[in-house]
C-alpha cells in the first residue's frame, strides 16, 4: 500500500491479461481495512522484464477497471522499485498505452522527482448544450 496523491493497494500477478480486475479490485477498495480512508483503489501488477510492467487498475470513484491511471501507475512504478529491484526509469503497460515514470531516491528517505511520461492523446469529443 503507498499513497501517490491518492490511495493505492499494489498486488503482484502472474497473467495480469487475465486477472479479474473489476471483483478482485471491488472486494480490495470496499474491504474493511481501507474503510477509514473511504477505500483504496487496487493496482495489479505483472513484472513483463527487468525494465517493464504491465498494470490494469481498479478505480475508486469510477468503481469500474480505467485504462490507465496516472497515480496507480506511479505506485505500481515505486513498488515495483522497492520490491521487484526495478530502477528508474520503469516502463510501463496499461490497456491505454505505454508510459514510463521516473524518480530519485528510495523508500526509506523518500521519492523525489517523481515524473509519469507518456502521450496526450484525445479519445473523446462532444458538445454540451444547455436548455
Do not use: W
Not at 77 to 98: E, Y
Not at 114 to 121: D, E, S
Not at 122 to 129: A, D, N, S
Amino acid at each position: 500500500f503507498t499513497n501517490t496523491g491518492s490511495p493505492h493497494f499494489v498486488r503482484f500477478v502472474k497473467q495480469v491479461q487475465f486477472y479479474d480486475v473489476k471483483n478482485v479490485g471491488a472486494t480490495i477498495r470496499h474491504s474493511e481495512a481501507y474503510e477509514p480512508i473511504q477505500g483504496t483503489n487496487a493496482n495489479f501488477v505483472e513484472k513483463v522484464d527487468a525494465q517493464t510492467i504491465f498494470v490494469r487498475t481498479y478505480e475508486r470513484g469510477v468503481e469500474d477497471e480505467t485504462y490507465s491511471c496516472g497515480t496507480g501507475v506511479t505506485a505500481a512504478a515505486l513498488i515495483s522499485h522497492v520490491f521487484q529491484g526495478m530502477n528508474s526509469p520503469v516502463q510501463i503497460k496499461t490497456l491505454g498505452g505505454k508510459l514510463s515514470v521516473s524518480f530519485e531516491g528510495n523508500s526509506q528517505d523518500g521519492f523525489t522527482e517523481i515524473f509519469l511520461t507518456g502521450p496526450a492523446v484525445q479519445v473523446f469529443k462532444g458538445e454540451f448544450t444547455s436548455r
